[in-house]
Each structure stands twice: as C-alpha cells, then as structure tokens.
C-alpha cells in the first residue's frame, strides 16, 4: 500500500517547504515525480489524487507547497513570485536525490496551471529531469491577462501596481485582493465561476485563504514560459490540454506546443481549465502515468499489469 508523509525541505532563501512525499509499496529505488500547484492554490486542490495515482504506479512522489501557501513557510504570505517558485521547485529536485527510495537518474516533474509554465522552464533548465509532464500551463502571462482584463480596466489596473509600489518604497506592506471574486463587484484575480469553485472546494479550505499580494497580478502579466518551451528539447515534453480553457487560454497553449521540439505529445480533453482535476480525471492522469513509464522506467516495469 502506498504511505503518504508529511515531510520539509529548506527552499532557495531558507524557507521551510512542506510537502508530501509517497512512497510505493514495493522496494526502490524508484524512478521519482516531482510535483506542485497552481497560482495562489495549495497541494490541498486536488493534488492528492493525482499523486496516488503515480504512486500506485510505482513512483516515489513529492507534493510541495509554494513559499508562502498552505504548510510552507515564506513572507509575506500569498505572494506569488513565479522564479522564486521555480528556484524553490529546483530544491524539491534535489531532496529527491537524497532519498534512499529515488534513483536520482529517473526524475520527473508535473506541474498543473502555472506550475504547468514552470515544469516547461525547469524542464528547460534543470537537465537532471529527465521528461515534463505541463498540464493546462500557463504559457503567456500577458495574453492570457489582455483577455481577462477589459481594455477599458487597464489604465486603473496599471495605476494600482504603481501606488502599490510607491506604498511599498514608504515601507507598507504590499496591497492584497481576493484570488476569486466571492461576491460581485469583488476585486479578485479571477471571477470564472469555475475559478471560484475550484479554489473554495471545501477540502482545501483549512489550509487556503482567499487572499493574494496585488504584485502577483503584475508579476504573472510579465510571466511568459513559451518563450522557453522550444528549450525543452531533448527532454520529453507532454502537454495535456483542456480545448475550452478561459483561464490559460487553449490557443495560446496550441500555439506553444506548436513551437516545442520533439520528443513531445499533446493530449487534449473537453472542458474548461478545470476538467482535468474533475469530469477529465481519468484520462489526464491515465496521459501522465504512461508517460512517466515510457521515459522514467528504464526496466518497462507497469505496476498496473501485475
């Protein structure tokens, strides 16, 4: 049966990453997935299922929290830093490498949403992992926002950042809205009502709070993980991608993929950005195990068919 620990590692400036970390039943080492969550989400949005799931494959898994989310440590809190997330994720890489369970030759990484944008960088730049698996990514910050922000709410936007900055040179903290907007009207990064009930789902509320630092709007509008994606090459990259996405936008996931090198694969499902965590569960996780099998198990070993 496969065991599921609460463990820490220190992130890039000293912070305490928690995390999960499973371990299959049968003895390692075993090639190792390394995993993380969406922009202002935490491990408790669905992650979880799919980590038993490449588990119950044969893989040791680690599930972390980003610096200033859910168990992980980090100031100030809910503030989304996309290099400072990837800089920490390179750690999680590295405490794999440690463990007795891992051979540290066959590691893998997944990252869904925003975290799907940065498994495209790492895959890019980190050449211990040896295959990316990016789910419904983020692959340009500034066309998906240029979507969601009426050309009319620019301006006030744009404003906002500056005064945020002025505040924060006069030694205030920086300036916070809602991650979904609740209520009409709500200042929020997002108001699909999709967005919304994916991040109250009630099983992620003891350890999510509805709250994010203003900057992490500017900072994920310069944010632009295609322009790294044809860097991937030679290391295997499969996309998996929802074709009635508003959130990362299916065409500007296209669009990058389009310009990946091979090795790749794309698989796409129906829905919207959250339908892999739901009604597409099965055949996004069914796309990911295979491939971890394909470029992680070197013995062609499928738990499944024992």
């Known amino acids: 049966m496969t065991r599921r620990l609460e463990v820490e590692f220190p992130g890039e400036d000293g912070n305490k990453l928690a995390a999960w970390l499973y371990l299959p039943a049968r003895p390692g080492p075993h090639p190792a997935v390394t995993m993380a969550h969406g922009f202002a989400a935490t491990r408790e949005h669905g ?7 490449f588990a119950d494959a044969g893989f040791v898994v680690l599930v972390h929290d980003h610096r200033g989310f859910g168990g992980s440590s980090g100031v100030p809190r809910h503030d989304v830093d996309p290099w400072a997330q990837i800089a920490d994720w390179r750690r999680a890489v590295s405490f794999l490498e440690t463990r007795p369970e891992v051979d540290p030759e066959r590691i893998g ?3 869904t949403s925003y975290a799907g944008g940065h498994a495209v960088i790492l895959g890019a730049t980190d050449s211990r992992l040896r295959c990316v698996v990016a789910q419904v990514p983020t692959t340009s910050g500034f066309e998906q926002s240029r979507r969601r922000v009426p050309a009319s709410a620019v301006a006030q936007l744009e404003s906002s950042f500056c005064e945020d900055d002025r505040d924060r040179f006069r030694g205030k903290l920086p300036a916070r809205i809602a991650v979904v907007a609740t209520a009409p009207g709500m ?5 699909d009502p999709q967005a919304v009930a994916f991040y109250t789902q009630p099983a992620a509320q003891h350890a999510w709070t509805n709250e994010l630092t203003l900057r992490s709007s500017r900072t994920a509008r310069m944010y632009e993980p295609s322009m790294w994606i044809a860097r991937v090459s030679p290391t295997p990259l499969l996309m998996i991608v929802a074709l009635q996405d508003v959130i990362t936008n299916t065409d500007l996931q296209l669009e990058a993929y389009e310009r990946a090198l091979e090795p790749k694969s794309l698989v796409t499902v129906p829905g919207g950005h959250f339908a892999p965590y739901d009604a597409q569960f099965s055949v996004a996780s069914r ?3 295979d491939w971890f099998l394909r470029h992680l198990d070197a013995q062609g070993h499928d738990p499944r068919t024992e």
């Not at 992650?47 to 799931?53: I, N, Q, T, W």
């Not at 200042?187 to 108001?191: F, G, I, K, L, M």
């Open 187 to 191: 200042p929020a990064a997002y108001d």
């Open 287 to 289: 796309a990911a195990v």
């Open 47 to 53: 992650l979880d299922r799919f980590a038993r799931v």
């Open 109 to 111: 990484i997944w990252g």
